[in-house]
């Protein structure tokens, strides 16, 4: 059973417009979120994350929000640009170890 | 960019032979990980060290095998390649710890014929 969910396996967004990726999960212990970017034929990098202590954490045109009762979070990119084409993955960790990531998101940002 | 490769970044190689993946990294971080990557599957992790000697089991353990003779150094050996282990192999690194992050290298893509 996964314990990082990504519903959504693609997503296309229009330039300058939001893009709201989402991720659930079902371990309430988890107490760090990441997000990473994935292009083809590199390997993932981190892009933001944010503790299990807060609710939002910004960072340029990335904002992720944590709903801890819901146990889902979203990362939102505002303005979308053609270069934010990518797959995203979310991830998660108790105390730093093991990190559980879901399935991937590739969002395409349309010209 | 952290420093981390991985050696080689493509392999092709027939069923039954062995395999060993290299990672190498200069940021002298505690632990380093194994994960392939497949389409559907997102990535699971194979094996994790938590320093030198010290190594334990992932999600998909079997069929690999890892050592950690040096901090800098974490292998993955398949013993003996079948076609369900062609994928993409990433090698990651993290300070351990509350809050900290893990960093990527760049992925071995190997394909077992």
């Known amino acids: 059973d996964q314990q990082v969910k990504q519903n959504s396996p693609s997503l296309s967004v229009q330039e300058g417009r939001i893009s709201i990726l989402n991720c659930d999960y079902t371990?309430?212990?988890?107490?760090?979120f990441l997000w990473y970017k994935k292009y083809p034929a590199e390997g993932p990098t981190f892009l933001i994350s944010?503790?299990?202590?807060?609710d939002k954490n910004e960072d340029g045109r990335f904002t992720v929000f944590l709903n801890k009762s819901a146990k889902h979070l979203s990362l939102h990119i505002v303005p979308s640009q053609p270069g934010d084409s990518a797959v995203y993955f979310c991830a998660a960790t108790l105390r730093g170890q093991n990190f559980v990531f879901g399935p991937g998101t590739r969002l395409s940002v349309l010209p | 960019d952290a420093g981390i490769t991985q050696s080689p970044r493509h392999k092709v190689t027939e069923t039954g032979t062995p395999v060993t993946l290299r990672c190498h990294q200069t940021?002298?971080?505690?632990?380093m990980y194994w994960y392939r990557q497949d389409p559907g599957h997102g990535l699971r992790l194979i094996h994790y060290?938590?320093?030198?000697?010290?190594?334990d089991k992932g999600e998909v353990s079997d069929g690999y095998s890892v050592s950690r003779s040096k901090t800098e150094d974490f292998l993955l050996t398949l013993e003996s390649a079948t076609s369900s282990q062609t994928s993409v192999y990433f090698c990651?690194?993290?300070?351990?710890?509350?809050?900290?992050?893990?960093?990527f290298g760049p992925g071995t893509r190997l394909l077992v014929l």
């Open positions: 060290s938590y320093g030198v000697k010290d190594t």
């Open positions: 990651a690194i993290s300070e351990g710890g509350a809050w900290e992050t893990q960093y």
């Open positions: 940021e002298n971080h505690r632990y």
């Open positions: 944010i503790s299990s202590i807060k």
């Open positions: 371990n309430s212990m988890f107490d760090y």
